[in-house]
């Protein structure tokens, strides 16, 4: 797809199975890699619902899974969730460890860091260098793998990259340092520059927990996202939520009990993510009233602060915009609600 291109995606009408339902051609599967701050005890919760969302979506041939942050992987572990959702859902999606430390500079490779925390970055090289077409990548975290894995073989993403989409940075204020920013600004700027085809997806717009039109940031309660959810995902989110240390796997098979879900189900959640990630599903300019992506000219200076127009070192993006504000937090809801509904949990 082309940056000049502009697409939407109408959540409220979009099958989840649309082929599959109408009898029609079989539903296209995207590669895909996903990259995440997912640690447990959690830091937020949010990341679960994220990992939930990318099971949960039939279209997505899930190729591996990058955990953030690698030094912090080792006290809190993100493969205790995502062997949670592999057990639950049957499959056996590959996952890695990725950088430990933050970037020295935009263009800095990572090859310095420690051979155990290099797992990430190569399983992303390896993955594009087999790949017979293009590769999309989702990353919710400091896109720290990502911005190593490009600077180690810019021409091979080029090649075999799709659309990158990032949750990351705040929209209209440069002073604002936005968390996953903070978190290595350094491969923000990396990535902001590659040329890559990005779907920016910022988490603020207006400074902290705000949203005026151009972010992703909404709130919803636990009991609008999964009153239908089956119950085996209920208890995946009452072991996140209450940082439990007993068996992962064992922990699931136990019946939900009915005092925690209520528990569970008074939370309201913070969210960025979730159903937004159906717009690598999008092709062409469909009609549609939940958000939409807009071609938008960016230069990112040294310290991480955006600035819009031309400009000589300018890159085009794709940026997020939501297209209908008073609606927004309803339908996105509604949307993720729905899609964690039909978490594929595998007959046992």
Not at 25 to 38: G, H, K, N, Q
Not at 104 to 112: E, R
Not at 127 to 136: F, I, K, N, S, Y
Not at 202 to 215: K, S, T
């Amino acid at each position: 797809m082309k940056l000049a291109t502009l697409f939407a995606l109408s959540l409220a009408l979009l099958p989840l199975h649309a082929s599959a339902e109408a009898g029609a051609a079989p539903v296209r599967r995207v590669p895909l890699i996903y990259c995440t701050d997912l640690f447990h005890p959690h830091e937020d919760p949010d990341d679960h619902f994220d990992l939930a969302t990318v099971y949960s979506i039939p279209e997505f041939d899930l190729r591996g899974i990058v955990l953030d942050q690698g030094a912090r992987q080792r006290l809190q572990p993100g493969r205790i969730p995502v062997s949670q959702l592999n057990h639950l859902s049957g499959r056996s999606i590959p996952v890695f460890e990725g950088l430990a430390t933050p970037l020295v500079s935009s263009g800095d490779t990572g090859t310095n860091q420690p051979a155990e925390f290099q797992g990430g970055v190569r399983f992303i090289l390896d993955t594009l260098r087999a790949a017979t077409g293009r590769v999309d990548f989702i990353a919710v975290g400091s896109v720290r793998d990502l911005c190593a894995a490009f600077n180690r073989d810019p021409d091979l993403f080029r090649q075999r990259a799709g659309r990158v989409m990032i949750f990351i940075g705040e929209a209209s204020h440069p002073d604002v340092r936005e968390y996953n920013v903070g978190l290595d600004p350094h491969a923000f700027v990396g990535l902001m520059r590659s040329g890559l085809n990005l779907c920016w997806v910022p988490c603020f717009d207006g400074g902290l927990w705000r949203n005026n039109g151009h972010a992703s940031f909404w709130r919803a309660t636990h009991a609008d996202l999964l009153s239908a959810a089956p119950p085996e995902l209920i208890q995946f989110f009452i072991y996140a939520l209450e940082k439990e240390t007993g068996d992962p796997i064992e922990f699931l098979r136990q019946p939900v009990d009915p005092k925690r879900r209520e528990a569970l189900f008074r939370h309201t959640r913070n969210l960025w993510c979730t159903a937004i990630f159906r717009g690598l599903l999008v092709e062409g300019a469909p009609a549609g009233d939940a958000f939409v992506f807009d071609p938008v000219d960016v230069t990112i200076r040294d310290d991480a602060a955006v600035r819009y127009g031309p400009g000589p070192d300018a890159k085009s993006v794709l940026r997020f915009r939501v297209r209908d504000q008073a609606r927004y937090d309803a339908d996105m809801t509604a949307a993720t609600a729905a899609i964690l509904a039909r978490f594929p949990v595998a007959p046992r």
